[in-house]
């Protein structure tokens, strides 16, 4: 691994193609929170965000020996990314790793008691304003497209030529999303601001 | 330029996408239109609510177990890929055309045979599980195989030419392994079970069990893997004994990170008082205490919501300044 991080990026995909492992977990760690970021601002709900991530990665490992270098690795990770949050339903899934049945809460709750730490601390939920969750439900009235890109126009801080080339699409299009989105985001919380 | 066009590049300015030019042209012309200057001052309060909103922020906690359930999946989807392409390299290797229908109908009747054999069978066992031989090991660290136990027989097949028969099963086998915390291959389930046991209180104990232990040669997967317990084990039990077992360790920069971050982010209080008594008590391994150091320290003295948090992190302070 210690050698892996040396490596340009090119050499790492070369070595990740051929089903070297390590190679594909250093291209992982090297992009891994961007992709999370991303799906984190698009779904902006922690477990689904965890969801695409691995949808995402186990999509790039399957594709990666198809993968042609026509366009950067960011920018081909990054087109997987946005198409499984737009392909990504509310539907929160139940977890291939780890599973949390009723068993294994009672089982938390003794070890909890039994080392006397109080748990009430980590129930304690960020508030939210009310713009905020009306900034969030505004926000999914848009339609995948509109919301993915004032996601990462917005919250991302993305050029509008790399959501194109993240979306395979022309700037105008995005550009057209992004004042839809911009045109309903308005009608929606006007009255915050007037 | 119609209005429409110049409100575009209200928006276009709000995110830098305009060249000088064209900034220049639109502030001359919104200088010389009340509605378009009207839809700027619009755009720019609207922008000025959205950037109250903050969405879900990837924190390392976050990343951690994002990584941790990636891992989770792939090692799933290894052993699926493995079986699969040995059923496929199978069935590959013994349908030739010719025998097809054949086959079909001695897989069928082999099958009923061994699901007979497995459902009828008298015997003292209720469960279909036998012994396996034991094998020698390596004696260092011990190792005692007992008994396997053989679950899920599938796929069963016979080849008439060869009068085999071949099918596929789960075996779990119990291994009981004996030696020292420092014996790497002792190191490496440790981890394992750190990472992927579902049970709390196994993993509780695991970290223990490296937490009571001197640990003389310092592995650097052991210590990533005791960081991302202390981080993002969902249990604070695991989570306080993942930090007693990283002072086992030499301090640096990425255990004094992973200290201050669980002093900034972990919600319970009693793993923040762990992680500032374990900076306390290792401090001397922090040549000189950097910015972030100081910053959380004082951040923690001033907000902090636990008195006794409150009051280390002041002590740590005071402590740094002499």
């Known amino acids: 691994m210690k050698d892996l991080r040396a490596l340009e990026d090119t050499e790492v995909i070369k070595q990740a193609r051929v089903g070297n492992r390590s190679a594909f977990d250093e291209l992982v760690h090297r992009y891994d929170k961007q992709v999370l970021s991303i799906a984190a601002r698009y779904v902006n709900q922690a477990e689904d965000a965890k969801d695409i991530y691995q949808e995402v ?13 026509r366009s950067e690795f960011s920018t081909w990770l990054y087109r997987i990314t946005t198409n499984v949050c737009l392909t990504h339903g509310s539907r929160r ?74 979306l395979a699409c022309s700037e105008g299009t995005v550009k057209k999303h992004l004042f839809m989105a911009t045109q309903r985001m308005r009608d929606q919380l006007r009255d915050l601001y007037e | 330029m119609t209005h429409e066009q110049y409100r575009e590049r209200v928006e276009l300015k709000f995110y830098d996408e305009l060249g000088a030019a064209e900034q220049k042209e639109l502030e001359t012309h919104l200088l010389e239109c009340k509605e378009c200057s009207a839809f700027h001052d619009e755009l720019k309060k609207l922008h000025g609510v959205l950037a109250q909103y903050k969405p879900v922020e990837v924190t390392d906690r976050l990343l951690f177990e994002a990584r941790d359930q990636l891992i989770g999946a792939m090692r799933g989807k290894d052993a699926q890929s493995s079986l699969l392409d040995r059923l496929r390299e199978y069935v590959g290797d013994a349908l030739l055309p010719n025998y097809k229908v054949a086959l079909g109908g001695v897989m069928t009747i082999a099958l009923g045979f061994a699901l007979g054999y497995v459902a009828f069978r008298s015997g003292p066992t209720e469960s279909p599980s036998v012994s396996l031989p034991v094998q020698s090991m390596n004696p260092s660290p011990e190792l005692v195989r007992g008994e396997g136990q053989i679950a899920n027989v599938r796929d069963i097949s016979s080849d008439p030419r060869s009068g085999e028969v071949e099918f596929m099963f789960d075996a779990v086998m119990p291994v009981h392994m004996k030696g020292s915390v420092n014996d790497p291959k002792i190191q490496q389930v440790l981890a394992h079970a750190i990472l992927n046991e579902q049970n709390p209180g196994v993993r509780l104990r695991t970290v223990s069990a490296i937490a009571s232990e001197r640990v003389e040669q310092p592995d650097s997967d052991v210590r990533d893997i005791l960081i991302m317990a202390a981080v993002s084990d969902e249990n604070p039990g695991v989570r306080i004994e993942a930090l007693k077992a990283l ?76």
């Open chain 2, 247 to 322: 002072q086992q360790f030499p301090m640096d920069e990425k255990i004094k990170k992973t200290y201050l971050d669980i002093l900034k982010h972990d919600n319970n209080s009693a793993i923040r008082i762990a992680a500032i008594n374990a900076l306390a008590s290792s401090k001397r391994g922090i040549a000189v205490p950097d910015k972030e150091f100081i910053d959380v320290l004082k951040q923690r003295m001033q907000t902090d919501n636990n008195d006794y948090v409150r009051l280390r992190a002041k002590a740590v302070l005071q402590e740094n300044k002499q």
């Open chain 1, 57 to 69: 990665f186990m999509r790039v490992y399957k594709a990666l020996p198809k993968f042609e270098a």
């Open chain 1, 93 to 166: 899934k139940k977890h291939s790793h780890r599973t949390h049945s009723h068993d294994r809460d009672d089982i938390d709750k003794e070890t909890d008691a039994e080392l006397g730490v109080s748990d009430h601390e980590t129930d304690r939920q960020t508030l939210n304003s009310e713009i905020s969750t009306r900034v969030s439900t505004a926000m999914n009235v848009l339609s995948p497209q509109q919301k993915m890109v004032f996601t990462l126009k917005h919250y991302e801080g993305y050029k509008l030529k790399e959501i194109a080339d993240m």
